[in-house]
């Protein structure tokens, strides 16, 4: 745990070999690194490398930024960020090689040192690395030149499983489901179905007195070169913990319990005894404006029970809930799907859409409801289905039932999570697929072109169409789906 709360830091500490200089061994050693995580299976793939930079890492949202920035200072920034991305990574992949790994990659590198020192020495090389090309000319543009974000989409897949016709019946499936969803969400809440009782999650600890004002902390917060606010951490947390939902849980079985995620046996289990919300921060577009996004996981042990196709029934199961502020802070939309990438819906403030746009290819876009008028003053209140686990309503927090408490973790906790050893292995393998997750979905879906469909996936791995193509991490989502006021 020390090392998952120190970080990767750089420590400039870097052992040299004889008759080399510092970039080169630390060129060198980065290398080593790079074969040796590749090698065990370990690559933090939340995250893209960028190819001739390995001191570089990227996302989707960053990627986007390099075809609208141009300034100096914002050049800058978008460097920095992706840095900050390889440093994070390589904290994770060399925490998640077991020990003989570990020890492997040591003697290869002619250090004698422990995990964390070792750590700590990489990023000083990615540090130095990246220092050292902050004068090449045309640095942005060459790194603008090979970023590739994979897609998660299989293109010879949907070629050779003859998409265009088999998409026909999975549109028509897909538009059923998204009926029962607008249904659910234009019934009175005490009216929807309901198989067990009623279990309420809030976060602990998180009351009246301790919450803030979005926009507030926005007015007060410094902006970086591409327009977002640099939060100090105590702010960042209180943003986290004033944004946190209220769960309702149809509870008919232990599968419905939200849960924090332990290795058990070489599998990822759920412990229902420790109910545990997992977030992490990102960014997208609203309205062709940089927004800060957060985003709160939760996971469950099983999808089961009747009220779920059984195609989906399988071990591990979650939500995934983000609330997008707009430049100002104001929260203007919620989207919400399960961490396979499925069934995903927006959730917009009403006076920012001017309209919704219908899809050329697929369905139209699913927008069941819209963000209550008392959010962000009042706690967000999601009604979540046994067994199938779909949110049913989206209110304002005013329930007395039996609240249960629920803690807030970072959601890299899941990126390098200790099993009974103490050895440290991500819940998701080099494809960003929950281990022990599969369906029998790939088998009848394999023309949607969507490897592994169905299991639960890591952030940065969640395709959310299976007719058309969309990444829940596209920054374009938003302004791709909505016209604005």
Known sequence: MALLVSGCQSTQRVIQTDAVSPIESCRQLVSLVDQAVVDAGTTDTSVSRVKGFPYLRTNRFLAEMAETEDSPPAIRRWLEDM??????????????????QFQQLVNQSRRLTDRKTFIDEVCACSDRLFLSSADQQDLAENVQDVIDIPTEYRTWRRVVGLYPLVALPVAY?????????????????????????PVVYRPAGRTVGNRIDPVTLYQTSPKDALGLPRLAPQDEQRLIDALAPTIVQDTAAGYDRIGQVQWSNGEPTIAHAIPTGYYYLSHGLFNRRPSLQINFVF??????????????????DGLTVRISLDHTGRPVMLDIMNNCGCYHFFVPKQSRISSVQTSSVGLDPLVPAWLPDQFPERRLQLMVSSGWHQVQHIGEDNTTDKTLSYE????????????????????????????????????????????????????????IKMVGRAHFDDPRLFDDTFEYR
């Open 299 to 316: 996971w469950y042990s099983h999808r089961a029970g009747d009220s779920a196709p059984w195609i989906e029934w399988g071990r591990l």
């Open 83 to 100: 840095h900050q991305l390889d440093l994070e990574a390589r904290q994770k992949e060399i925490l998640n090689l077991d020990n003989n």
């Open 408 to 463: 807030l973790r970072p959601y890299q906790e899941l990126e390098m999570l200790a099993d009974e050893s103490g050895q440290h292995r991500s819940m998701f393998n080099a494809e960003g697929i929950a281990w022990g997750s599969e369906r029998v979905e790939p088998a009848l879906f394999f023309s949607m072109g969507i490897p592994s469909v169905g299991s639960m996936r890591q952030r940065g791995h969640h395709a």
């Open 173 to 197: 499936a897909s538009a059923e489901a998204f009926d029962e969803f607008r249904a659910w969400h234009a019934m009175p809440p005490e009216k929807l179905p309901k198989i067990g009782q």
